[in-house]
Nanobody, 124 residues
């Protein structure tokens, strides 16, 4: 069974931190690019950050550069998103997804698997 499960969301004060986890199972972790996406009410889903352990590459949306850090633990098949200096505009449902593309894609159709999402709420 292929599965992605997010955890770590919650309510945090502006300026605070959260670490999200995306636990993958049922597929070869190194063959996939893992992306974090978020969607706020009334807004389109946007890509936040991406990682390829095989390529040793990461990428961040401009809106989170310098505040968020993506990392992976291949022994646990888990990708993390460390979120610091959180802002109210970071409030959204955060989901992770996996694609077999050579590198990341902002086209959601390229992602084969999606988690259910975890809610992040940043109070002002």
């Amino acid at each position: 069974e292929v599965q992605l499960v997010e955890s770590g969301g919650g309510l945090v004060q502006a300026g605070g931190s959260l670490r999200l986890s995306c636990a993958a199972s049922g597929f070869t972790f190194d063959d996939y690019v893992i992306g974090w996406f978020r969607q706020a009410p009334g807004k389109e889903r946007e890509g936040v950050s991406y990682i390829s352990s095989r390529l040793g590459r990461t990428r961040y949306a401009d809106s989170v550069k310098g505040r968020f850090t993506i990392s992976s633990d291949n022994t646990k098949n888990t990708v993390y998103l460390q979120m610091n200096s959180l802002k109210p505009e970071d409030t959204a449902v955060y989901s992770c997804a996996a694609t077999r593309s050579s590198w990341y894609s902002e086209n959601f159709g390229y992602y084969d698997y999606w988690g259910q999402g975890t809610q992040v709420t940043v109070s002002s």
